[in-house]
Structures are given as C-alpha cells and as structure tokens.
C-alpha cells in the first residue's frame, strides 16, 4: 500500500493518469473488479444526488452505461439514504461497505439487485470525500456477483489511500459547471457521462436501447445546456474547467 501511494504522488502525467494508478493498484490489493470515480452533487432536481464520471476501469462491453442506469433506477438511492445523511451533517471523508450503508437490506431487493448484476456489480464499497464547491469526490469499487461481499478491513485499507492522496479529489471543472449538473434530468445525465466518454452516437443509443434519433435530442439538449457544439468540445470544457453555461434544459 505504502509503494503505491509512492508511485502515484511520483509518476508523470496528468490528475486522470494518477486516479487511474491508483484504482488498478488498490483494484489488484482488494481483489476486486471494477471502480468509477464521479463527482456527486447532492442536490439533484429528483432529490438524489447526480454523478458525472471524472473516469473509470473495468466496465467493459457495455457495462458502464448498465451502472450508470443501475444508479439512477429509484430504487438504488435507498440503499445509501443513511451514508449520504451523515455525510451530509459531518462533511468529512467517509468510507463504507454496502453493508455498512445499506442497513434495511435494500441492495437485495430482486428489481435492485437485478440492474447491478446486469452491470457486473455484485457488491460494492464508497470512498466519498467533500469538495470546497459543496460536491463530492465519490469512488466506487465493485466486485462480480459471484465474488464475496467487502469487509470493514477493506473499507479502512481504501480510506488510508484515499486520504494520503486527497489532492486526487480536486476536481478541474468550474465552480458554475458544478451548480449546473443537477438540471440535467437523470436520462440526460447518463447520456453526459456516455458523451464524456468518447463514445459514438451509435454505441451509446444501443446502450441505452433507445433511437439514434432520439439520442440525437439527448446530446443537442446537452450541448445548449453547457453552451458548446460538438462533442469534443464538451469533453474539453469539463476537462479544462472550461466554457460557458446556459440554463437547464429541464426534463
């Protein structure tokens, strides 16, 4: 543990580089299978909090647009209704297991547990560290649904990495950007993060089994939201911080 948090405050290259060090490190030191890190806005027009991917490893074939639908189906938000209550009233870095968070068992319930196996997820641990701008850095760390559940061990060995390089949580994006996510409606919100990673009209309208058509209305809605014009446009200004803003485009 000690040797990679070295290798990745040592190594060359970007913000995005290093998280990526750093995941398939602690990937490979769990045991586990896949992560995404995201900045949250806890104050989404649903009353959940909204995610944008910053980046992400493991989610092959398709499978990170099924994450991404598995965290805005309404009943995944239960399972971490008591984590995001207290990190909401302590405002400090905090690390739990599934099990630590979901108290009621919601994670099992068949509909719930269906849409994360769909996504290769059969278990899953937070890091979640708060931002100056009132977001959060959120990391998630998955396992198969035929691996066993993470422990409290695990939870703390992600903690002490997460908080000996907390500089990996600043987030390049500006501060109007931030306040802008949470009016995206959470179909458009996915569309974002399938925007932001680069992939095709096509691969993303077969992701979400909708029209390429209709997808085409997803991305222009996006695009006047944040004032830009082409996809790598869009990439770049939430790379760089960026850009103009316009109003939400609503639901």
């Known amino acids: 543990m000690i040797r990679l948090v070295g290798e990745v405050a040592a190594m060359r290259g970007g913000m995005i580089e290093k998280r990526r060090k750093l995941m398939n490190g602690l990937l490979k030191l769990l045991g586990a299978d896949r992560w995404w890190w995201s900045v949250a806005n806890p104050n989404g027009p649903d009353g959940r909090p909204s995610y944008t991917a910053v980046s992400h490893g493991g989610f092959e074939d398709?499978?990170?647009a099924k994450l991404l639908a598995a965290v805005e189906f309404p009943g995944s938000w239960h399972v971490f209704t008591y984590f995001a209550r207290e990190l909401e009233e302590t405002k400090v870095h905090?690390?739990?297991?599934?099990?630590q968070m979901d108290f009621d068992?919601?994670?099992e319930s068949p509909e719930t547990k269906r849409m994360w196996n769909e996504a290769g997820v059969g278990d899953l641990l937070l890091s979640v560290c708060p931002l100056e701008t009132g977001d959060y850095s959120a990391v998630g760390i998955y396992?198969?649904?035929d691996s066993r559940p993470f422990d409290p061990r695990e939870a703390h060995i992600t903690h002490?990495?997460?908080?000996?390089?907390t500089w990996l949580h600043a987030l390049g994006?500006?501060?109007d950007q931030n306040e802008t996510l949470p009016k995206l409606s959470p179909r458009r919100r996915t569309v974002l993060n399938l925007v932001l990673e680069g992939q095709s009209r096509k691969e993303m309208a077969a992701a979400l089994k909708i029209s390429v058509h209709t997808?085409?209305?997803y991305v222009k809605d996006i695009f006047r939201h944040f004032g830009v014009h082409s996809q790598a446009e869009l990439i770049a200004s939430f790379r760089t911080g960026e850009g103009a803003v316009t109003p939400g485009s609503g639901d």
């Open 62 to 64: 398709g499978l990170f």
């Open 105 to 107: 068992g919601r994670f």
């Open 173 to 175: 994006w500006t501060e």
């Open 215 to 217: 997808l085409d209305g």
């Open 143 to 145: 396992r198969s649904s």
């Open 94 to 99: 905090m690390t739990r297991t599934r099990r």
């Open 160 to 165: 002490l990495l997460m908080t000996e390089l």
